[in-house]
């Protein structure tokens, strides 16, 4: 029997649209070449580049979603919309003309439910296997009733969502420094959604949401016995779940993007090692170097573990468009 390829779900592209107008000097649906990452060389580089880095690391195939500065959630929806369905279409093509190499996320006009609906629909028309969401769309958290047909619809057509900052996080209100907002601000806010998705009772009232939280689900490993320890102390504190939080850990997908073995084998210890799939956030400066064989010669992994990350896991996942 033919193994199941080795899938990386957290890796970007920007698209060449935007490429091409900016680098002309002209905008792209009021974006400039001071976005889209321009000055890292990879995010330049055609699909046959691409691909060739893909085999060195030993990844067969690529979930590629827009890099997140295209999420563009505090434009005008319309404008949004646009940018949102050029890059789908842009990911959905590379997807078709490479089709055991590239499956697609897109991304949606989130500020505004209507239109987000249209897209989604749209985009998993097109082939795309889900979308990538920020933590929250201009400052609303995803327990807001406001985000309801978004979760209906995603569980309805069993979108991979990949939950991924994007702009300032929680920590810019507190400092701008170290590149904290990044390598403690994106846990920061993985965190928050997985409490907020929680307690706001979503994940009870859609059990067939497929959330893979980035960033190996930020602080949520380490946080969620203290989440355990307030739902024990303050029961009016609860929201709308119905059982502890950490009972809910095994309800999200969490991506291997770690960089010790000690916090790989740590998060694995906490979410259940069939959660873990391979993630590695390329083609940022942040991303986890040499992936797979990181994974392969890891000494805290059994060779069942190395399996599930590696193939097993999202071999399942993708075929049943569920985590459990």
């Not at 940018?83 to 500020?111: H, W």
């Not at 119905?242 to 010790?260: E, M, N, V, W």
Request: glycine fraction near 8%.
């Amino acid at each position: 029997m033919k193994a199941s390829p080795i899938v990386d779900v957290h890796a970007h592209v920007t698209p060449r649209r935007f490429r091409e107008a900016v680098q002309s000097g002209r905008d792209w649906h009021g974006m400039t070449a001071e976005d889209g990452e321009l000055d890292n060389p990879k995010n330049l580089w055609d699909p046959e580049r691409r691909i060739e880095e893909m085999d060195g690391l030993g990844v067969d195939v690529q979930l590629v979603s827009p890099t997140d500065c295209f999420y563009q959630y505090d434009k005008d929806p319309g404008v949004t919309t646009s940018i949102a369905a050029e890059c789908n279409d842009e990911v959905a093509e590379m997807a078709k003309s490479y089709p055991t190499r590239f499956m697609g996320l897109g991304t949606l006009p989130l500020q505004d439910a209507e239109l987000t609906l249209s897209e989604m629909e749209r985009g998993m028309r097109l082939g795309l296997r889900g979308f990538m969401i920020d933590d929250h769309v201009n400052g609303r958290t995803y327990d807001d009733p406001f985000f309801e047909p978004f979760w209906a619809a995603a569980e309805r057509h069993r979108a991979f969502l990949l939950v991924h900052q994007g702009g300032p996080t929680t920590v810019t209100m507190r400092t701008k420094n170290y590149f904290l907002p990044n390598t403690v601000g994106n846990l920061v806010d993985r965190t928050l959604t997985f409490g907020c998705l929680v307690f706001g009772g979503v994940m009870d009232r859609h059990p067939g949401l497929v959330v893979c939280l980035g960033h190996a689900g930020g602080y949520v490993p380490y946080a969620v016995d203290r989440m355990d320890r307030g739902w024990d102390a303050f029961p009016k504190y609860r929201g709308r779940a119905r059982d502890r939080p950490s009972t809910y850990l095994g309800r999200f997908l969490y991506d291997a993007a770690t960089f010790t073995d000690r916090n790989l084998r740590f998060l694995i210890d906490a979410v259940g090692i069939e959660n873990v799939v391979l993630g590695t956030d390329w083609p940022a400066p942040m991303a986890v170097e040499d992936p797979v064989r990181r994974i392969r010669e890891s000494a805290v992994l059994t060779d069942v573990e190395r399996e599930a990350i590696l193939r097993g896991n999202i071999a399942r996942v993708l075929k049943s468009g569920r985590s459990a």
